[in-house]
Every structure is written in C-alpha cells, then in structure tokens.
C-alpha cells in the first residue's frame, strides 16, 4: 500500500471514529438533554427507515448525563434492531418522566421473535448492561408474529 493510500484511509477511519464518539457519547444530551436529543434522533431516524414513529413525552424532566445517556443509547439500539430485525411499520416509543423513576416503552407492530429462541447478541446483552449501570430494570415482551415490547424503568437519580 503507498503512503498516499494509507493516509486516505487514516483520514476515513478518523472520521468514522469521530462520528462513532459522537454518537457514543452525544454532546446534545449535555445541552438539550434526553427528551429534546430523542426527538432529534426519531426525526432522522423515522426519515432514513421509512417506518412510522409515535412519539409521546410526559412530564418532560432532566436527568443526570448519566441516566440520560444510559436510556438514549438504549433507545437508540431499540431502534436499531427494529430497523434491522423487525419489519415493522409503526413504533410507539413513549417516555414518562415521574418523581422517582422515568418509564419508556419502545413497541412495534413487526413479526416479533421468540425469547428463548434467539442468542444473547450484542445488541440486547449493551442494552441490559447499560440499565443495570444505573440501577434500573428492562423487561422485553415479544413473540413470532406480535411485535415487540420494550419496558424500561430508570431512577431519576443514582444512588
């Protein structure tokens, strides 16, 4: 390989892992934090899948940045394995901000799996880590040909 085509491709793989950074971490929790940041995300991501999103926010709160990036990351990787794994057409995602804990569920009306059935991959096992880091709870419903059902409870502070 010349060094003019090993540059080229440090460059890609620099802007990858930026972009890879951002999306790890994103600036705009700090700013606009969790219920702003996830409007944004269903916005671009409603519009690169061509699947419909409902999305209901209740008595919108911030959080720490650290619950805050815990349940963005994993509404971001519900989305994504709907997007790769579901078929679905519409998905329900509402968050519900209370005095104690802030509850999210994440439903789709794709073709569902069977919970026993599927390896513990990658996907699921981050989601399950990242809630158990702040000391919260996630159930998944879901079964061939009904959809999917996601239950998240996170407290609104770390104890």
Same mark, same amino acid.
């Given at each position: 390989?010349?060094?003019?085509?090993?540059?080229?491709?440090?460059?890609?793989?620099?802007?990858?892992?930026?972009? /890879?950074?951002?999306?790890?971490? %994103?600036?705009? /929790?700090?700013?606009?934090? $969790?219920?702003?940041?996830?409007?944004?995300?269903?916005? +671009?991501? +409603?519009?690169?899948?061509?699947?419909? #999103?409902?999305?209901?926010?209740?008595?919108?709160?911030? /959080? %720490? $940045?650290?619950?805050?990036?815990?349940?963005?990351?994993?509404?971001?990787?519900?989305?994504?394995?709907?997007?790769?794994?579901?078929?679905?057409?519409? #998905?329900? /995602?509402?968050?519900?901000?209370?005095?104690?804990?802030?509850?999210?569920?994440?439903?789709?009306?794709?073709?569902?799996?069977?919970?026993?059935?599927?390896?513990?991959?990658?996907?699921?096992?981050?989601?399950?880590?990242?809630?158990? $880091?702040?000391?919260?709870?996630?159930?998944?419903?879901?079964?061939?040909?009904?959809?999917?059902?996601?239950?998240?409870?996170?407290?609104?502070?770390?104890?």
């Amino acid at each position: 390989m010349n060094q003019e085509h090993q540059i080229k491709t440090l460059k890609i793989w620099n802007q990858e892992l930026i972009i /890879l950074i951002q999306e790890m971490y %994103p600036a705009a /929790l700090r700013e606009k934090g $969790l219920a702003n940041s996830v409007r944004e995300y269903v916005f +671009e991501w +409603e519009n690169q899948w061509d699947i419909e #999103v409902t999305l209901d926010i209740n008595n919108e709160a911030r /959080l %720490p $940045l650290e619950i805050e990036q815990s349940l963005y990351r994993i509404i971001q990787e519900s989305l994504a394995n709907i997007a790769r794994h579901s078929q679905a057409q519409n #998905v329900d /995602l509402n968050m519900d901000f209370k005095d104690q804990f802030t509850y999210i569920l994440v439903r789709d009306d794709g073709i569902g799996f069977d919970l026993d059935a599927i390896p513990s991959g990658l996907g699921l096992r981050s989601m399950r880590e990242r809630i158990d $880091l702040v000391k919260g709870e996630m159930q998944i419903e879901s079964s061939p040909g009904n959809g999917t059902l996601i239950k998240i409870k996170a407290p609104v502070a770390i104890k």
